[in-house]
């Protein structure tokens, strides 16, 4: 089974005249890590965004099209259903961080989806683990570096479970040091089984890539 199937997706915003997506097609098998490139506008972020559901339901426009999560479709899941399959990760990690400590900001997703307690727990403390922030639970995440930052929107997202990762150019803020950390923990997360899409203008950035598509080329 694919993880991700698009079928003849397009859409356009509202209030614009053309569609930026145009009858898009591809397949994503489980435990792939696959790259999307193209041009600056080409509509990368439009697609992540229609990969996680906030496009219709955030974003306005006109869609049609299908987008199946592990065969299901897109259309009939709810939020939460959808952010236990899919973690979106952005740009600039000071947009997904808005909580007090690290810790609040952990638990943040995973109490708005009522697990209890204990659970949260242990999943923070071993994805802190995992990142090597262990000591950072209790500090204030406008006091880490961009690096660190981004490592902790990962880790909010991861703290959901999801099997898919959607990376939207997670390293373009992102100092030397910081982006090798994040390097590793991406192919750690890869060989952990989980499906991956990676978008980058990079070459260098998507060299953990299994394969490329190219978004917009006619
Ligand atoms: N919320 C929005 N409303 C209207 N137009 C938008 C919106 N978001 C993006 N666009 C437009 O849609 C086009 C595609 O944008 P998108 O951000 O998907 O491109 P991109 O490939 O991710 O670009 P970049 O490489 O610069 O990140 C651009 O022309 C952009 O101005
Ligand atoms: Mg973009």
Redesign the pocket.
């Known amino acids: 089974m694919y993880s991700i199937e698009v079928k003849n997706l397009s859409f356009k915003?509202?209030?614009?005249k053309e569609n930026?997506l145009n009858h898009v097609n591809f397949q994503v098998k489980a435990g792939e890590t696959v790259a999307i490139i193209?041009?600056?506008?080409?509509?990368?972020?439009?697609?992540c965004n229609c990969l996680c559901g906030l496009i219709p339901k955030v974003?306005a426009g006109e869609l049609s099209g299908d987008v199946f999560i592990y065969g299901e479709n897109i259309k009939n899941l709810s939020h939460a259903e959808i952010v236990r399959r899919i973690g979106i990760i952005f740009q600039n990690p000071a947009t997904q961080l808005f909580s007090p400590t690290i810790e609040d900001e952990l638990a943040f997703g995973p109490e708005n989806l009522c697990i209890d307690r204990e659970e949260i727990d242990f999943r923070m403390k071993k994805i802190l683990k995992a990142i090597n922030m262990e000591e950072y639970r209790y500090d204030n995440p406008n006091n880490l570096s961009g690096g660190q930052q981004q490592l902790i929107a990962i880790a909010s997202v991861l703290m959901l479970k999801p099997s898919i990762l959607i990376c939207?150019?997670i390293m373009s803020w992102i100092d030397k040091e910081g982006k090798e950390i994040i390097k590793n923990l991406l192919l750690k997360l890869k060989d952990e089984g989980k499906t991956i899409i990676l978008?980058d203008?990079e070459v260098e950035n998507i060299q953990l890539a299994d394969r490329i598509i190219h978004?917009g080329e006619k």
């Open positions: 915003y509202k209030n614009m930026i193209g041009q600056s506008g080409c509509g990368k972020s439009t697609l974003y939207d150019e978008v203008h978004l």
